[in-house]
């Protein structure tokens, strides 16, 4: 199994977000969480990612079974894309040293090697604070092409299109395509049309983990 919960608690202080929750994801596997706000989703993908530590049952992930292990072999996109007020290249290699055709794979699976090509610096052009000479759009793109250029054989995915408009989000879903093609996939958001091709959709809902048939009023 890629990814393996075994009654996976967690709280933030009194409050219990996830609940004994179990999960078997096979290797390459693409699985889809319907959540509505508040539902855990989002914590959920932490304790997966490895950043956050569990509290009480165990998780396993390709393999890893610590917070330090599990972070190797895991790329994230979220939906809120956290840059740093550095260099597009550096917010992709994130200070690893990568070959700089891989970079531009990267760049180019994330349909941003135009954009890039038309800057005048190029891959080191500034995206400024929290990415803010630069759009919405293209910050997401430089995070997908932060987790193509990772490598990882598990992606999770926090509802990374639901900010952006229709044209962008088309553009995006294309880079997460070759993102996700040939990994394992965790997939959590609260519309169902961006994972109805996924091989598995479960509903998370008052911290407790089903199968989509079994649940209704998501």
């Known amino acids: 199994m890629s990814i393996r919960l075994r009654d996976v608690s967690f709280w933030y202080g009194e409050k219990k977000i996830l609940d004994r929750i179990s999960l078997e994801v ?26 956050y530590t569990v509290k ?11 917070t330090e292990g599990i972070r190797k ?3 994230m996109v979220m939906q809120t ?21 891989k970079i ?20 080191d052009s500034l995206v400024g604070e929290r990415g803010g000479n630069i759009s919405g759009g293209q910050a997401q793109r430089i995070a997908i092409a932060r987790a193509i250029a990772k490598d ?16 962008t989000a088309d553009a995006l879903l294309r880079a ?32 407790k983990l089903f199968e989509k048939e079994s649940v209704s009023g998501i």
């Open 26 to 51: 096979r290797e390459k596997e693409h699985i889809g969480i319907l959540g509505g706000s508040g539902s855990g989703k989002s914590t959920l993908l932490k304790l997966l990612s490895g950043l």
């Open 81 to 101: 894309p956290g840059l740093f007020p550095l260099s597009i290249r550096e917010n992709i290699t994130c200070g690893h040293p990568i070959a700089e055709e």
């Open 73 to 75: 072999k895991v790329a």
């Open 176 to 207: 997460m395509e070759c993102l996700t093609e040939g990994k394992t996939v965790i997939h959590v958001t609260h519309r169902e049309e961006t994972i109805g091709n996924y091989d598995r959709i479960l509903v998370l809902k008052e911290g």
């Open 104 to 123: 531009w794979e990267a760049v180019r699976a994330a349909q941003l090697e135009e954009w890039v090509k038309g800057l005048p610096d190029g891959l």
């Open 152 to 167: 990882a054989p598990v992606v999770l995915l926090d509802e990374p299109t639901s900010a952006l408009d229709g044209e």
């Open 56 to 66: 009480e049952g165990s998780a396993t992930v390709a393999g890893e079974g610590t």
